[in-house]
Antibody, heavy 123, light 107 residues
Framework: VQLLDSGGDWVQPGGSLRLSCAAS????????MSWVRRAPGKGLEWVSS????????DYADSVKGRFTISRDNSKNTMYLQMESLRVEDTAVYYC?????????????????WGQGTVVTVSS | DIQMTQSPSTLSASVGDRVTLTCRAS??????LAWYQQKPGKAPRLLIS???SLQTGVPSRFSGSGSGTEFTLTISSLQPDDFATYYC?????????FGQGTKVEIK
């Protein structure tokens, strides 16, 4: 299993960014996928999850209405579209694989992780 | 929300030591707890799920125990490759909260 996350960058408050996670080594559409982040000096925080076929999505309250998770199973790739970014969204963002097809409201664990991509929101 | 508290925040130990890390939940989570290892600049690695189920490929010197609100991760004989930060995570209810981590450093 390999997860390659990318797309992190510096952006001003109010800006947008799209993260990507390219997956290989497993049957992508059979598993839910998630984004987890770690802000500087803080612990890990679940951000969002999407089911294997993309028909169910969930978000942490801190990003609901601003972030959109999606996936393209034909490309074995997951995305996180981030809008209206805030300084407090500054973090390393990790994509992570869930060991089953659906993860409801973040109550799942993660058996494989990407290396992380850095998002910095600052003026 | 469930809060996860790990102790100690830093643990200094020597190669060969037996070390025990603790994770406490603010309310019962049954056995729905995972442990991860992370080294600087690397992806987190799943060690244990369901409180005590060792993942494939994880050395047997790692073991997990506990249920309800108190859990432990034990490394029976610390190896040089084990110096890292360890996180617990509950996945019983909403948001799958993580602990703040325990850094295991060389004494």
């Amino acid at each position: 299993v390999q997860l390659l996350d990318s797309g992190g960058d510096w952006v001003q408050p109010g800006g947008s960014l799209r993260l990507s996670c390219a997956a290989s080594g497993f049957t992508f559409n059979r598993y839910a996928m998630s984004w987890v982040r770690r802000a500087p000096g803080k612990g890990l925080e679940w951000v969002s999850s999407i089911s294997g076929y993309g028909d169910n999505t969930d978000y942490a309250d801190s990003v609901k209405g601003r972030f959109t998770i999606s996936r393209d199973n034909s490309k074995n790739t997951m995305y996180l579209q981030m809008e209206s970014l805030r300084v407090e969204d500054t973090a390393v963002y990790y994509c992570a694989k869930v060991p089953w097809e659906y993860c409801s409201t973040g109550n799942c664990y993660f058996d494989f992780w990407g290396q992380g991509t850095v998002v910095t929101v600052s003026s | 929300d469930i809060q996860m508290t790990q102790s100690p925040s830093t643990l200094s130990a020597s190669v060969g030591d037996r070390v025990t890390l603790t994770c406490r939940a603010s309310q019962s989570i049954s056995v729905w707890l995972a442990w991860y290892q992370q080294k600087p600049g690397k992806a987190p690695r799943l060690l244990i799920s369901k409180a005590s189920s060792l993942q494939t490929g994880v050395p047997s010197r790692f073991s997990g125990s506990g249920s309800g609100t108190e859990f432990t991760l034990t490394i029976s004989s610390l190896q040089p490759d084990d110096f890292a930060t360890y996180y617990c995570q509950q996945y019983n209810v909403y948001s799958g909260a993580f602990g703040q981590g325990t850094k295991v450093e060389i004494k």
